[in-house]
C-alpha cells in the first residue's frame, strides 16, 4: 500500500524558514518523479516544484530562488526547504507522485506564514 506522510509544517514569522519532509512508502520511489503542491484557503491546488529520480529540479515562478526541493532515495524521503517565507506562501502543503496510472497524495502539511 502506497503512502505519502509529510511534515515539518508550522507557523513561521515572514522571512522564516521551514523544511517539509515528506516520507513516500510501499513502493521503490527513486524511479519516479515526486512532487509538491500547496493549497491556499479558497484556492485551487497549485503545483510548487518535482524533482525527477536524476534530481533535475523545477519549481514554479513565484518560489524560484527561495525554496529547495531534494530527495534522498535511500529513504524514500523527499524534502522541501523553504526560505524568505512570506504570507502568500499560507497553504497546506502536499506531496504527490504518479506510479503508473495512479496519482497518489499525502494528508498535507499546515504552512502558515504570520506578517
Known amino acids: 500500500q502506497v503512502q505519502l506522510v509529510e511534515s515539518g509544517g508550522g507557523l513561521v514569522q515572514a522571512g522564516g524558514s521551514l523544511r517539509l519532509s515528506c516520507a513516500a512508502s510501499?513502493?521503490?520511489?527513486?524511479?519516479?518523479?515526486m512532487n509538491w503542491y500547496r493549497q491556499a484557503p479558497g484556492k485551487q491546488r497549485e503545483w510548487v516544484a518535482a524533482?525527477?529520480?536524476?534530481?533535475?529540479?523545477s519549481y514554479v515562478d513565484s518560489v524560484k530562488g527561495r525554496f529547495t526541493i531534494s530527495r534522498d532515495n535511500a529513504k524514500n524521503t523527499v524534502y522541501l526547504q523553504m526560505n524568505n517565507l512570506n504570507p502568500v506562501d499560507t497553504a497546506v502543503y502536499y506531496c504527490?507522485?504518479?506510479?503508473?496510472?495512479?496519482?497518489?497524495w499525502g494528508q498535507g502539511t499546515q504552512v502558515t506564514v504570520s506578517s
Open positions: 524533482i525527477t529520480p536524476g534530481g533535475r529540479t
Open positions: 504527490n507522485v504518479r506510479l503508473g496510472f495512479t496519482t497518489y
Open positions: 510501499g513502493s521503490d520511489f527513486s524511479i519516479n518523479a
